[in-house]
């Protein structure tokens, strides 16, 4: 380890596929014993992080470090002290979890009685004994990932890669791998986690860094990116148009950071705000005093299409322009326009 605390550090990362730059001098470093999130829309250059962190794909351009150890000129070294899951799971559905665990076990050269001991604690660990001996095929979306994890920590490796554990899962599932991963993390492995949802890094990740077309656009805490975007919102939607005036003051009296911003077109109403639920009967209260009907009022966390607009001006789904103009990054200190 470099001494520097992180565990992870990568410098200004190329990689092109053809024309395609997935990697656009990419620059990420993971603080040692952390969950570090790398959060971005489909497409950004995440699993090409990751594929180059863990040795699977060569950089173009750039130097990262793993472990201290350098991944192009060090790959075998690296691999020792990685494990990765990757975004499609590995499991093989007509073995039980235990014999996929043994089996990884076994081409990880434990040999057979390292190998089913290894197993059972992880099977114990990832809280899979009950179904330990039935077939992976029968899992629930929630335990398949869990055995995914288990078997990417078959040799306890320092650094965990963990690309977009969650995808497709029902919330009871995420909550299960949630803990698993909260779990690895005391245990004292680092996690580099990709994913999509602005929750998913909310839940786990201390850190954050925000990838777009292959670069990182911003690197900072939860708190520290919730500010740039306004944290927590509350939104009303009233009926009619004459009602948007009502609104507006409804919220600004409890806005908090921001003035309260109005959507004509979808009667919407909204502002951020600290104390959420005080808040919400508040603006229900206000409206109600003046008998404005309201056709929807709640609270919103910022999603990350929320984040992404304040920093890109795009949304997620936006493709962006072919041929982009040169894009400054906006520096760490004032992204929000
Ligand atoms: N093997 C490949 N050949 C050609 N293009 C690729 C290859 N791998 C990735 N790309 C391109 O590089 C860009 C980044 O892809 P990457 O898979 O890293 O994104 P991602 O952030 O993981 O997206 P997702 O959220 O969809 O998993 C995309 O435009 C993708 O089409
Ligand atoms: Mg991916």
Redesign the pocket.
């Known amino acids: 380890m470099s001494g520097d605390g992180y565990v992870v550090e990568a410098e200004g990362l190329e990689k092109r ?2 024309d ?1 730059r ?1 990697l656009d001098g990419f620059d990420l470093a993971v603080r040692e014993g952390t969950v570090h999130g790398l959060l ?10 990751v ?1 180059i962190l863990s040795t699977l794909v060569r950089l173009d351009g750039g130097r990262a470090t793993v472990a201290g150890l350098d991944v192009a000129r060090q790959p075998r070294q690296v691999r020792s002290r990685i494990g990765l899951t990757g ?1 499609y799971a590995a499991i093989d559905e007509i073995l039980t979890g235990r014999q996929n665990l043994e089996m990884f076990g076994r081409l990880f050269h434990l040999g057979r009685k390292r190998a089913k001991l290894r197993a059972a604690q992880l099977l114990r660990q990832f809280d899979l004994e009950a179904a330990a001996d039935k077939g992976a095929g029968g899992y629930s979306g929630g335990m398949r990932r869990r055995l995914d994890l288990a078997a990417s920590m078959i040799l306890a490796p320092a650094v965990l890669f963990l ?2 554990p969650t995808t497709g899962l029902d919330p009871r599932s995420r909550g299960e791998v949630w803990e698993a991963v909260r779990q690895l993390v005391a245990d004292g492995t680092t996690v580099l986690l ?1 994913t ?1 949802y602005l929750e998913e890094a909310d839940r786990l990740a201390s850190r954050i860094t925000v ?1 777009d077309q ?1 670069r990182a656009i911003a690197d900072d805490t939860l708190d520290g990116l919730k500010n740039r975007v306004g944290g927590d919102r509350v939104e009303v939607v009233v009926r009619e148009p004459a009602h948007i005036p009502y609104a507006l003051q409804a919220v600004a009296r409890v806005a908090h950071g921001g003035q309260p911003e109005a959507d004509m077109g979808e009667l919407r109403v909204h502002a951020p705000v600290v104390d959420r639920v005080g808040s919400l009967s508040e603006v229900a209260r206000y409206l109600q005093h003046y008998g404005i009907p309201v056709e929807d009022i709640g609270l919103r966390r910022p999603s990350l299409d929320d984040v992404f607009l304040r920093l890109t001006g795009r949304r997620t789904e936006e493709e962006p322009a072919d041929q982009e103009p040169e894009f400054e990054a906006p520096a760490a200190e004032g992204a929000a326009a």
């Open positions: 596929y053809g395609k997935a971005g829309p489909n497409g950004a250059g995440k699993t090409t992080a594929r975004q690309d977009e990709t999509q990838i292959g």
